[in-house]
Nanobody, 121 residues
């Protein structure tokens, strides 16, 4: 059984930083795609950042230059370092893992429970 466990969300003031961690267990495909979707209230779910094993990471333009995604393949762990956070980054952040980096969240079947990030101005 595949489990994704996220941690690291919280509340910060604008300009602050948070680091999200996601640990996947039970996933055996390799290579794989792992990353973070986010969903703000009344908005659609969107990619924040993702990476396919050994490839250049993808960032949504709104977070590029502020967020850094990294991974430890041998531990099936992915991190999202979020710097210079802004109120518009407020969202629930969900970790996903899959065989490919699908553009649509509907294509992913393995999700974490989500971790809330709240940024106040």
């Amino acid at each position: 059984q595949i489990h994704l466990v996220e941690s690291g969300g919280g509340s910060v003031q604008a300009g602050g930083s948070l680091r999200l961690t996601c640990v996947a267990s039970g996933y055996t495909d390799s290579p794989y795609c792992m990353g973070w979707f986010r969903q703000a209230p009344e908005k659609e779910r969107e990619w924040a950042a993702r990476m396919f094993t050994g490839n250049t990471p993808y960032y949504d333009p709104s977070v590029k230059g502020r967020f850094v995604i990294s991974e430890e393949n041998d531990k099936n762990t992915v991190y999202l370092q979020m710097n210079s956070l802004q109120p518009e980054d407020t969202a629930m952040y969900y970790c996903v893992i899959g065989k490919y980096c699908y553009s649509s969240s509907d294509m992913f079947t393995h999700w974490g429970q989500g971790t809330q990030v709240t940024v106040s101005s």
